[in-house]
Nanobody, 116 residues
Framework: QVRLVESGGGLVQPGGSLRLSCAAS????????MSWYRQASGKERELVAA????????NYADSVKGRFTISRDNAMNTVYLQMNSLKVEDTAVYYC?????????WGQGTQVSVSS
């Protein structure tokens, strides 16, 4: 059974930090590119960051460059998103996604709220 379980979301003040984790099981994690998406209320889901299967290449949405860092631990079957200097506009449900060719899996999401 394929599972992607996000954790680490919560409420944080502007300028604060959070670290999201996505624990994978039920598939060969190291063969999959991983990414984080987010969806704010009333908006479309958007790509935040992505990392290749071996972790050698990453890319980021312009809105988070320099503030967010995606990483992965293939031994732990986990992908992370370190989020620093959070802004109110980062408020959203954050999802992780695993992709290998035409196969993709989604997690259930974790809420991140940035508010004073």
């Amino acid at each position: 059974q394929v599972r992607l379980v996000e954790s680490g979301g919560g409420l944080v003040q502007p300028g604060g930090s959070l670290r999201l984790s996505c624990a994978a099981s039920g598939f060969t994690f190291r063969y999959y590119g991983m990414s984080w998406y987010r969806q704010a209320s009333g908006k479309e889901r958007e790509l935040v960051a992505a990392i290749t299967s071996a972790g050698g290449y990453t890319n980021y949405a312009d809105s988070v460059k320099g503030r967010f860092t995606i990483s992965r631990d293939n031994a732990m079957n986990t992908v992370y998103l370190q989020m620093n200097s959070l802004k109110v506009e980062d408020t959203a449900v954050y999802y992780c996604k695993a992709v290998n060719g035409a196969t993709n899996y989604w997690g259930q999401g974790t809420q991140v709220s940035v508010s004073s």
